[in-house]
């Protein structure tokens, strides 16, 4: 039961973090000058992402740890 929950929420933040990264990488190829490549620009925004999702993670676990 609990893996099919997580499999589904699984899927959506995949498919969030995917449209996000979408919408974000053209604007650092822009902010770069063209120094970076396509590639560069998307995997610098998906690091960016990911970044950015730890932090609100590790937030959430150190002021509500009786959730975890």
Same mark, same amino acid.
């Not at 396509?38 to 998906?46: E, F, N, V």
């Given at each position: 039961m609990k893996i099919k929950y997580f499999v589904q929420k699984f899927s959506v933040y995949l498919f969030l973090i995917l449209v996000i990264n979408t919408i974000i990488s053209p604007l650092v190829y822009a902010g770069t000058n063209q120094i970076l490549s396509k590639g560069q620009s998307y995997a610098l925004s998906l690091l960016?992402? #990911?970044? &950015?999702?730890?932090? !609100?993670?590790? &937030? #959430? #676990? !150190? &002021?509500?740890?009786?959730k975890f």
């Amino acid at each position: 039961m609990k893996i099919k929950y997580f499999v589904q929420k699984f899927s959506v933040y995949l498919f969030l973090i995917l449209v996000i990264n979408t919408i974000i990488s053209p604007l650092v190829y822009a902010g770069t000058n063209q120094i970076l490549s396509k590639g560069q620009s998307y995997a610098l925004s998906l690091l960016g992402l #990911v970044t &950015f999702s730890l932090f !609100i993670y590790l &937030f #959430v #676990v !150190i &002021f509500q740890p009786e959730k975890f």
